[in-house]
């Protein structure tokens, strides 16, 4: 048995009631069960339909996310979540070189090294290396003034969490925003790189090992060891070529806002809905939303 979900913004809702109740019939889905009052619905079916991205691609159109999942094992024990972009709306590397004079250099390469284009260890070491000199005390100044959460994150996590779930912050960015983020939404743990620092100012180099696709990867095969859960247990979630592993070995790889070829990758992709989303792919419905 599978469960078709559909989605909208929640801040623009119009989620029509019809076009959830002509899939339901096309589908042959059993009632319609609405989550969220013109935001999100679902319905079961038994069996993945044969048009399943071609329904998809229309209801793209209408600014409709469209995801199926298995019902018996919807509801995860584990949250693994990329930071940029994904946790939060920016790119923190990108904010921190606009304050060094290398905003669009930066930026360059790291839509190149998103999309999978370049590798991921020497494009995060040669944007570090464009910051060398850089005072620290604008790693706080980017944190105060630049960076923005992504809507949902707190529900999610403290909805997760009162169900029982874990949850884990693995960032190919630095642990000076992982930790203070991981505060604020409340995640249990966090991994990211180091940024070198000397007489107050970035060395322009990156501690070592460095944490890329494969650490994503390694720090879900650690933290469900030592949990005692096992890959379906993880709902993993992020938007970068980096993400990749991680979001291929949970039992759930959700594509947020993700670069088109990361997207194209992932059987779970939500272009128009914020962090809500996750909630609401498990079966959570809006009022079982703690914040």
Same mark, same amino acid.
């Given at each position: 048995?599978?469960?078709? +979900?559909?989605?909208?913004?929640?801040?623009?809702?119009?989620?029509?009631?019809?076009?959830?109740?002509?899939?339901?019939?096309?589908?042959?889905?059993?009632?319609?069960?609405?989550?969220?009052p013109d935001e999100?619905?679902?319905?079961? +079916?038994?069996?993945?339909?044969?048009?399943?991205?071609?329904?998809?691609?229309?209801?793209?159109?209408?600014?409709?996310?469209?995801?199926?999942?298995?019902?018996?094992?919807?509801?995860?024990?584990?949250?693994?979540?990329?930071?940029?972009?994904?946790?939060?709306?920016?790119?923190? =590397?990108?904010?921190?070189?606009?304050?060094?004079?290398?905003?669009?250099?930066?930026?360059?390469?790291?839509?190149?090294?998103?999309?999978?284009?370049?590798?991921?260890?020497?494009?995060?070491?040669?944007?570090?290396?464009?910051?060398?000199?850089?005072?620290?005390?604008? =790693?706080?100044?980017?944190?105060?003034?630049?960076?923005?959460?992504?809507?949902?994150?707190k529900a999610l996590?403290?909805?997760?969490?009162?169900?029982?779930?874990?949850?884990?912050?693995?960032?190919?960015? *630095?642990?000076?925003?992982?930790?203070?983020?991981? @505060? @604020?939404?409340?995640?249990?743990?966090?991994? @990211?790189?180091?940024?070198?620092?000397?007489?107050?100012?970035?060395?322009?180099?990156?501690?070592?090992?460095?944490?890329?696709?494969?650490?994503?990867?390694?720090?879900?095969?650690?933290?469900?060891?030592?949990?005692?859960?096992?890959?379906?247990? +993880?709902?993993?979630?992020?938007?970068?070529?980096?993400?990749?592993?991680?979001?291929?070995? @949970?039992?759930?790889?959700?594509?947020?806002?993700?670069?088109?070829?990361?997207?194209?990758?992932?059987?779970?992709?939500?272009?128009?809905?914020?962090?809500?989303?996750?909630?609401?792919?498990?079966?959570?419905?809006?009022?079982? *939303?703690?914040?």
């Amino acid at each position: 048995m599978f469960t078709v +979900v559909l989605l909208t913004s929640p801040e623009k809702g119009g989620l029509e009631p019809s076009l959830v109740e002509s899939l339901r019939n096309a589908w042959g889905g059993g009632d319609a069960i609405w989550l969220a009052p013109d935001e999100a619905a679902e319905f079961t +079916v038994a069996e993945i339909p044969a048009n399943r991205w071609e329904v998809w691609e229309s209801c793209q159109a209408m600014q409709v996310d469209l995801v199926i999942v298995p019902t018996a094992t919807r509801r995860k024990k584990m949250l693994l979540a990329d930071m940029d972009s994904t946790m939060i709306q920016q790119e923190c =590397i990108d904010e921190l070189a606009d304050e060094a004079g290398v905003g669009e250099r930066v930026k360059d390469i790291t839509a190149r090294a998103m999309n999978g284009e370049l590798d991921f260890d020497g494009a995060l070491r040669e944007r570090v290396g464009l910051m060398k000199g850089l005072d620290a005390s604008v =790693i706080d100044k980017v944190l105060d003034e630049r960076i923005s959460f992504m809507p949902g994150g707190k529900a999610l996590l403290a909805t997760m969490k009162a169900n029982g779930g874990h949850a884990a912050l693995v960032s190919g960015g *630095f642990t000076a925003f992982t930790a203070k983020v991981a @505060a @604020a939404l409340g995640f249990d743990e966090n991994r @990211a790189n180091t940024l070198l620092i000397e007489d107050g100012v970035l060395t322009g180099e990156v501690g070592m090992p460095i944490l890329g696709k494969q650490a994503k990867v390694d720090a879900l095969e650690e933290i469900t060891a030592r949990l005692g859960l096992t890959d379906a247990d +993880v709902l993993a979630v992020g938007d970068g070529a980096n993400d990749l592993g991680m979001l291929g070995r @949970a039992g759930m790889g959700v594509a947020l806002h993700a670069k088109p070829s990361v997207a194209a990758q992932c059987d779970v992709r939500v272009n128009f809905a914020d962090l809500t989303a996750l909630l609401y792919v498990q079966g959570y419905a809006k009022d079982e *939303f703690l914040s």
